[in-house]
């Protein structure tokens, strides 16, 4: 079984935002590795604008997928952000 401090987080489901724009409650987002965030209790998030910010982590809930999830909303969320671009 995995020790659970060492997994890295990919994904969080929104519970709570103060800004609907930008986090829709409920909506799967991905997460992005910065340690200095979490040292402030704060989580990098790829954002309904297709931009990384930095949100509190109380407004997560991080998840675990089983790989071929995973890989699926990576490949998902690449497209977004390339139309995004566009």
Known sequence: MKNRKHIK??????IETD???LLTPHKIYRVLPDEDAKKS???RIIDNEGEDYL???GYFVFVEF???V???LLRVSKEKQEKIKK
């Open 66 to 68: 089983p790989t071929e």
């Open 70 to 72: 995973e890989q699926a």
């Open 9 to 14: 987080y990919r994904f969080a489901v929104c």
């Open 41 to 43: 209790n704060y989580v």
């Open 55 to 57: 949100y509190p982590a």
């Open 19 to 21: 800004d609907p724009d």
